[in-house]
């Protein structure tokens, strides 16, 4: 049986209202809108995984998505 490894893309524009620019990095928070894995930009993707002040960031070993955790 072989293992398959899920190849994630990131490609378009960081998904932050009002930001038009390149998505680099794919994250998830704890805010309104913020439950699902989206495209952003570096620095937005810093702001919503940050969303509660979590303890440490972890990384999704599936889709590499960044997500808070406490």
Do not use: L
Not at 39 to 61: L, Q
């Amino acid at each position: 049986m072989s293992k398959k490894k899920m190849i994630t893309k990131i490609t378009g524009r960081c998904s932050y209202p009002g930001c038009r620019r390149k998505a680099t990095d794919i994250a998830v928070g704890r805010g309104e809108g913020q439950k699902e894995p989206r495209c952003y930009c570096r620095t937005h993707a810093e702001v919503v995984e940050d969303t509660g002040s979590p303890e440490y960031v972890e990384h999704c070993p599936n889709c590499g998505c960044r997500f808070g955790v406490n």
